[in-house]
């Protein structure tokens, strides 16, 4: 922990360099002057203009060792408030390791992951919450995931949390006043003062805590499971997401035993689609622990896609789970639909689809996306998809023929840019400040249909404080900033 | 040995001064009382009343301490009243309407009665440190003194305003002082605050039947320790509720030109805690009314003092709006109302004991350090008092802790932070008011005055406190109701609740939808035990708290490791990163802690964010 008060040279790579690539970029920060490195160019640093663009050999005792493009930020006009220097190298990993151990030799230290930005921090230059979204963002893996954390770190959410503070403060502010001031301001004003003051803290607290509803899980690296009874077909559906085979398909049960899990992409957002072991009934205690395994996947899953072959029982009691999408399959067996009618008790939510018969080639058809509730009779949209309708997908009514894979993903892709559209907040940070705020709110309000002392109420309204200024950042735990920084890239 | 030397010399008979001058000579010291001639000692030349919201618990602390303002309340008390009843006990405070003429005297008569202090009637001119203190007075007289208090109050260089009129004066009826500056050449910063009255009307030109009466409180528990019988010494009067009207505004408004405050005369800083009705007219357009609590200043006096309209309006305007005010419609001023403006010490170079860093020997107490109020002034005449005799003995320094008391609350503010306009004390300043109540004075303070081992009448009475309370905490925890019939019925009677299994008395009178004190008091009476009031509500409400105290000390502690971080005020204040403004009253404060930077008003939370994510 000693770089948190460092205040060495420190130098990093800022862009990968796993491979050989044209450009990387090295940036050294917190030059307190260029005497230290004077030596290794082949121009007098001193003379370079800030902002301004030069090219410039880095020389080891006169031999060359690159040209490079050299921008020299100076602070406190900088990234972190410090003078950087930015290195544009030929991207040779080779090349780009012998300038860092060049540096290293002349004093400059090479950077703990984060530490560049961690100055930025120190310097006044971010806020935490900036920070935290810049760690978003360099680690988002859908485009939405990245805008949320650059409106972080564009200090979006700060502002919101500067507009908390300042009702805090109007709050507390109000409540002295019932206290100390009611005599002057009147009774009457100075409780609905309080009040009001209160409802609107409150509100903003229960705002914040619905952007932190959905799990970090679902929005960081967002699941999609899938769960059913040994054989009902899941594997079958994996491939056809993943439109290529990877899973193995037999006709023999309990193929898949432990889970399998592959990526895809849809709209610029990455879902990892996981195949679990089918459920049945077992001695066999791998199978057993396998079977636990799938449960749990399915109940923390982003998107839950239960799939069920309506010719076998469900002794499993698995068509009684919650699920955001339901598969039905085979659909080519005669009588599917009357089977699939039974299902009508099925979460109502949940999108219907069929697929059918089994087999690596076959297309997913979709059952009446527009049943929400209610029982699906023979009038209704569902089917018929029987064996003697015809081959091929069946789109929706309008818009032409949409491949119905693509109408699953497009599902999973909605409920996904719903959650991202209710701004969610992400580092677990901050969420369990909100979290514990919004606990503590309701404690006062509770207190203030009881009790309804306005000394102990104020005594609890005083202990949010640490909270509402944690959120600005103003808090000094170690351990906070460790964790934070640790999550970088190292040359940010 | 020379007549005219002291060990201690107090400059000003105000209520710091008096509060200074009965604390340094409970040691067997010689201190002298210097007061101007024309005044008498520990005069009220504002409202006529002790006490109200947090200033109350200062007066209980005092009366802990062994201090005089609670003997004369007592004695001058002509209206008790307990503020913010409905409040829950930790803020409740007493306030006493006094009697100024009673008040005064009695002051007189006490510290006259002490041998070895000595009041002077004289006007001070010079303080200079030679060996020891020499004060010259403008009779030429000089004296000297090895430690000096100075409670000038708002004497020095003082300014009145009425209108366009000023004279120079520290009070309408008495002449100027010197200035600080010239009273003592090496204090550092002086400020100019300001403070205003409200004009003194006449009785007979009331027309009292159309405003609020106000009666006596009987239940108010009186201020000294010795007065517990709760019997009131004085005759008691009403005091009368009536209410400023959109006329009165409009006139004040119409006239702000010729209202000092807002045409430039006046350069003094106004609390804005104790507005003049010309700051409420322009502060707050939207307000159409305001309170004004009619006053009597004494039994004899034929004068009331209407609280809520201080003005520094030229007479006419004032006679013009005061007629606008339900009953005043006919009020003949007796007093105009005026502004004084004022010179103060800049506080920050007092230490916590509030002598001079600079200046040792030198004590500073009352208004002169910029607070309002006759009870923050007898608070630090107290402290002052107290510390200079020990200071004479040379004794360990008495220093009032801030989470045990309001006056360790008010010391520490003044000396640790500068002042931007007049400080008063209110119940928000103290961070453990919950724990700092009026009805525990006498736990949180006594063991301090024992401490001194001055041992008087009062330390009797604190172990005997002590004592009672012992007792009590006991009784509360041993006595049960058993889940019977017998106590079912009681407890509906009382409407307690309902008994499901056995529980303490301590548990009933913790139940949040009771009143702890009528609890509690009904069933010892029940019980058929006596115990001293006081006590009673102080374990009543100290049960009731317990949890909440408890659980806001837990959250200090986690707390106080950021507080305590240490941060260099020299490099902060160089620090680019940080805003200039905030940059400026860094250095000026001089930080040491981040608790004391963060208590600097006017920094910014992305300065502490800043100082606390930073490890400067």
């Known amino acids: ?492 | 040995m020379n007549k005219n030397f002291y060990d201690i010399l107090i400059i000003g008979g105000g209520h710091a001064g008096a509060e200074a001058a009965w604390a340094a000579s409970e040691f067997n010291l010689r201190v002298g009382l210097v007061t101007m001639p024309s005044i008498p000692i520990a005069s009220a030349p504002c409202n006529p009343a002790v006490g109200g919201v947090g200033k109350g618990q200062v007066v209980r602390e005092l009366d802990a301490l062994g201090g005089l303002m609670p003997i004369l309340a007592d004695y001058a008390g002509i209206q008790f009243r307990i503020l913010n009843e409905s409040k829950g006990a930790a803020v409740r405070s007493t306030r006493v309407q006094i009697d100024k003429e009673l008040y005064a005297e009695k002051a007189e008569e006490l510290l006259s009665e002490r041998k070895n202090l000595s009041v002077i009637r004289e006007s001070i001119v010079d303080i200079s440190l030679n060996e020891n203190y020499l004060v010259t007075a403008k009779s030429g007289e000089l004296f000297s003194a090895t430690k000096i208090i100075i409670t000038t109050g708002t004497f020095l260089n003082g300014k009145l305003h009425t209108g366009e009129v000023q004279n120079a004066g520290g009070r309408f009826d008495c002449g100027p002082s010197v200035s600080l500056q010239t009273l003592v050449k090496e204090t550092g910063n002086i400020k100019r605050f300001k403070t205003g009255t409200p004009a003194r009307l006449l009785r007979d030109s009331i027309n009292f039947e159309v405003m609020d009466p106000q009666p006596s409180d009987p239940l108010a528990f009186n201020f000294h320790f010795k007065n517990r019988d709760n019997k009131r010494a004085q005759r008691q009067l009403d005091c009368y509720l009536t209410r400023t009207q959109p006329a009165t505004l409009e006139l004040i408004r119409e006239n702000k030109e010729k209202s000092p405050i807002f045409n430039g005369q006046i350069e003094g800083v106004g609390p804005r805690y104790c507005p003049s009705i010309e700051d409420k007219a322009f502060r707050y357009p939207d307000k159409d009314g305001h309170h004004v609590f009619v006053e009597p200043e004494g039994l004899n006096l034929d004068t009331f003092y209407p609280n809520g309209i201080s003005t520094s309006l030229p007479v006419e305007i004032q006679e013009e709006f005061i007629r606008t005010i339900p009953g005043l419609e006919k009020a003949v001023i007796a007093v105009p109302g005026y502004a004084v403006e004022y010179d103060v010490v800049d506080t920050t170079e007092l230490n916590i004991a509030l002598e001079h860093k600079k200046l040792p020997g030198l004590y500073f107490a009352g208004q002169l350090n910029g607070t309002s109020g006759y009870e923050e002034a007898a608070g630090q005449g107290f402290i002052a008092g107290i510390n200079a005799g020990l200071a004479v003995l040379d004794k360990e320094r008495f220093i009032l802790n801030r989470e045990e008391s309001y006056i360790g609350v008010m010391v520490e503010d003044l000396v640790s932070n500068e002042r931007d306009e007049p400080y008063r004390l209110f119940t928000a300043r103290s961070e453990s008011r919950l724990f700092t109540r009026e009805d525990n004075s006498y736990f949180r303070i006594g063991p301090y005055r024992k401490k001194l081992g001055l041992d008087k009448e009062i330390d009797a009475f604190i172990d005997g406190y002590f004592l009672e309370r012992e007792i009590l905490i006991k009784l509360v925890k041993k006595t049960g109701f058993r889940a019977t019939k017998k106590w079912s019925k009681h407890f509906e009677e009382q409407k307690y609740g309902k008994i499901q299994e056995n529980i303490t008395l301590e548990e009933l009178v913790k139940r949040s939808h009771l009143d702890p004190e009528v609890t509690l008091a009904y069933e010892l009476k029940r019980m058929g035990v006596n115990f001293l009031p006081q006590v009673v509500c102080d374990i009543a409400n100290s049960l009731k708290y317990e949890g909440y105290l408890e659980r806001s000390i837990n959250q200090q502690k986690k707390l106080s490791k950021l507080k305590e971080k240490k941060v260099s005020w020299t490099v902060l204040s160089e620090n680019v990163n940080i805003s200039f403004e905030c940059r400026q009253r860094i250095k000026k404060i001089q930080p040491e802690t981040f608790q004391q930077l963060s208590m600097i008003n006017g920094i910014r939370p992305a300065t502490l964010a800043y100082v606390a994510s930073n490890r400067v």
């Not at chain 1, 935290?132 to 979006?156: P, Q, V, Y």
């Open chain 1, 1 to 492: 922990m000693e770089w948190l008060i460092s205040e060495d040279p420190i130098i990093a790579c800022s862009s990968g360099n796993n491979e050989n690539t044209a450009i990387s970029l090295l940036r050294i920060s917190g030059l307190k002057n260029f005497k230290l490195l004077n030596s290794l160019f082949n121009k007098d640093l001193n003379n370079l203009v800030p902002r301004k663009a030069s090219f410039i050999k880095i020389v080891d005792k006169s031999h060359v060792i690159d040209e490079v493009v050299l921008t020299f930020f100076k602070g406190p006009h900088s990234y972190n408030g410090e003078n950087i220097l930015e290195l544009a190298v030929h991207g040779n990993p080779i090349n780009v390791r012998r300038i860092i151990e060049l540096f290293k030799k002349h004093g400059v230290r090479e950077a703990n992951p984060g530490e560049i930005t961690y100055r930025a921090l120190r310097n006044n230059k971010m806020t935490l919450t900036q920070v935290e979204g810049l760690d978003t963002l360099l680690n988002a893996g859908s485009i939405d995931l990245f805008d949320n954390g650059m409106s972080h770190l564009s200090g979006e959410l700060q502002k919101e949390y500067l507009n908390l503070r300042d009702s805090y403060l109007n709050l507390r502010g109000a409540i002295e006043i019932l206290i100390d001031f009611s005599e002057d301001v009147g009774e009457e004003q100075s409780s609905k003062l309080f009040k009001d003051h209160f409802e609107n803290f409150k509100s903003l607290i229960h705002i914040l805590k619905r952007r932190t509803r959905s799990p970090r899980s679902h929005l960081l690296k967002p699941k999609v499971v899938l769960l059913g009874v040994t054989n009902a077909g899941k594997s079958t559906l994996f491939n056809k997401l993943l439109e290529e085979k990877r899973s193995i398909v037999s006709e023999i049960k309990g193929t898949t035993r432990d889970y399998i899990s592959e990526y895809f992409s849809h709209e610029g957002a990455e879902f990892q689609v996981v195949d679990t072991a089918g459920l049945r009934e077992s001695e066999d205690e791998i199978e057993v622990e396998g079977i636990k395994l799938s449960k749990e996947l399915y109940s923390d899953a982003f998107y839950k896609i239960l799939v069920i072959n309506p010719f076998l029982s469900d002794e499993l009691g698995v068509d009684s789970l919650e699920a955001d999408a339901v598969v039905f399959t085979h659909s080519d067996l005669k009588g599917f639909d009357d089977k699939v009618r039974d299902f009508d008790n099925l979460s109502g939510n949940s999108k219907r689809f069929s697929l059918g018969p089994i087999g690596p080639l076959l297309e997913l058809g979709p059952i009446g996306p527009e049943s929400k509730t209610g029982p699906i009779g023979p009038e209704s949209k569902l089917g018929p998809i029987g064996p003697e309708s015809e081959i091929g997908p069946i789109g929706p009514q309008e818009g032409g023929p949409i491949e119905p894979l693509g109408l699953l993903k497009n599902h999973i892709y909605r409920k996904y840019s719903d959650l991202m559209a209710e701004k969610p907040i992400l580092p677990d940070r901050q969420r369990n400040i909100i979290n514990s705020l919004a606990t503590m709110v309701d404690g006062i309000s509770q207190l203030i249909d009881g009790v309804n002392d306005p000394a102990i109420l104020s005594n609890e309204i005083n202990m949010l404080d640490a909270e509402v200024n944690g959120l600005l950042g103003i808090t000094t735990s170690d351990d906070v900033l460790n964790n934070i920084f640790s999550n970088f890239c190292i040359g940010k």
